[in-house]
T-cell receptor, first 112, second 114 residues
């Protein structure tokens, strides 16, 4: 069975600081990995995904994530936080033929 | 380019009432899903469908029913509303299974049962 663990239900950073949201997964087969963002009172939007190939994946709004098989991780980063990045972020895992399994979510707050 | 459309956006129900949450997509996706989102609990899969006429239970199906008569529509039915069904409900669709395409989500329905 697959699972996703997001470390930290809430992360707070200052504007301009590094954003790091942690995601670890469990999968017995090569995973497909996703990050979604949910702005207040909206649905989830795909931020980026890893399927195959390059392990460093770039997404929208300056976010990127690196697939590290040895660490079973897919952490999300952004070099410099903006106020507009405040949202909830969900990591998800799937394999070929499978449904997405979502983590519990991490709420990101950005302080001025 | 509508994507996934959910109606209504907000609803207050009394205990024991019934209602249908509507979901329609215009992307010709075969796969559709219903999730509920509760604070700190992430998304829980209620039901899903792999095509017209085919539905299956997810992780938390009790108290809900679905149907899929067309590719576009996937309504979720609550027959006897209970306070435990107070939640935000999201409908999603995908071209095939979730991998490697990911899902497209609607904007959600916020339901309160009192």
């Amino acid at each position: 069975a697959q699972s996703v663990t997001q470390l930290g239900s809430h992360v707070s950073v200052s504007e301009g600081a590094l954003v790091l949201l942690r995601c670890n997964y469990s999968s017995s087969v090569p995973p497909y990995l996703f990050w979604y963002v949910q702005y207040p009172n909206q649905g989830l939007q795909l931020l980026l995904k890893y399927t195959t190939g390059a392990t460093l994946v770039k997404g929208i709004n300056g976010f990127e994530a690196e697939f590290k098989k040895s660490e079973t991780s897919f952490h999300l980063t952004k070099p410099s936080a903006h106020m507009s990045d405040a949202a909830e972020y969900f990591c998800a895992v799937s394999n070929q033929g499978g449904k997405l399994i979502f983590g519990q979510g991490t709420e990101l707050s950005v302080k001025p | 380019n509508a994507g996934v459309t959910q109606t209504p956006k907000f609803r207050i129900l009394k205990i024991g009432q019934s209602m249908t949450l509507q979901c329609t997509q215009d992307m010709n996706h075969n796969y559709m899903y219903w999730y509920r989102q509760d604070p700190g609990m992430g998304l829980k899969l209620i039901y899903y469908s792999v095509g017209a006429g085919i539905t299956d239970k997810g992780e938390v199906p009790n108290g809900y029913n679905v149907s899929r008569s067309t590719t576009e529509d996937f309504p979720l039915r609550l027959e006897l509303a209970a306070p435990s069904q107070t939640s935000v409900y999201f409908c999603a669709s995908s071209y095939s299974t979730g991998a490697p395409y990911g899902y497209t989500f609607g904007s959600g329905t916020r339901l309160t049962v009192v």
